[in-house]
């Protein structure tokens, strides 16, 4: 998609490193980073550089390449991969690239290793892509749906960042809406802010700019009342882990807006593609969930005067803070699920006929 009328992904490899957009300083500043080692592409992923569960997972598997590059030896591959694994433990995205780059490196040692490990990355990073352009597709149906019954403007609310940021390119939630805005179907997107980091108001909302669709920011209390009052059509919200029950892992405060959506017979969507199902856990309680760092609440950051990114802290000096980063959102909640394959009711009997399981 674009910034600044030209197109990028969010991660590719040029010059032998791997290029990414440094998300922590959007949208005041456009940074392209070099990773250039395996601790490099840990770390982006841990200090959310790169975030959102597809771009992780492709990251991840840079990292992997990364990995063989730096050292081919058996058992610093094998330590690599366990440490990108657990860089960040709620998306499964990370440990299903990390496995399918596993499962691609055994039994090889030839010289072409590198050149092998490289290609499989590519070619994880390819598939997210035309995965999601397909989400896309899949979902506009369900807009123009809407649009032919109103003969007015689809408006979609949305929380947190699940836009072509958050994976390769496309995004999972934003698919659809960028599908539609290109037939030309008036679409307004209502935008969670998403506190503590603020991935709506910094990512979401930048990137649909960027490519010119009415969006508006909320606070992300703000929804419920938009639903009563008949001024939200539709949610469409991404996730970082999807149960084979349908059970839904997000950014925290989804459940919130499912609740609000289901008060209100407001249809709410989730688009993923299948690299996010989770087909082993059977119960949402064991999903890891990410606690992180209290100073992302504590704390907000902005741009000054002088043009300068910097962080000021909002609390009382003494106060506690607690950060749970993702919620589930039980499948009863969820209208359907719209993957590649097309759109599946959230529930096992739907998702293992769709993905034939
Ligand atoms: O903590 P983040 O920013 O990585 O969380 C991202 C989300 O919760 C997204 O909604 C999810 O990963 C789906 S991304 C297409």
Redesign the pocket.
Known sequence: MRIEGKEYRTIWYEDNVVKIIDQTKLPHKFVIKELKTVKDAINAIKV?EV??????GGTAAYGMALAVKENNDPEFIKKSSKELIQS?P??INLKWAVDRMMKKLSGINSDQILDITLKEAKEICNEDEKF?ENIGINGLKIIEEIYNKKKDTVNILT?????WL??INW???TSPIYHAHKKGIPVHVWVDETRP?N?GAN?TSYELNEEEIPNTIIADNTGGILMQRGEVDMCI????RTLSNGDVC??IG?YLKALAAHDNNIPFYV??PSS?IDWDIKDSKNIPI?ERNSEELSHVEGIDENNEIKKVLIYPSKSKAMNL??DITPAKYVTGLITEKGISEASSESLKKLFNK
Not at 159 to 163: I, P, Q, S, T
Not at 237 to 240: E, H, P, Y
């Open positions: 959310m975030r959102g569960a597809p771009l992780i960040r709620t998306a999601c929380h947190c960042n699940a836009g958050a994976t995004g999972t939630a980091r991935q990512l919200v991404g996730t970082d997000n950014k989804t688009a993923l996010t990410e980063a993702f």
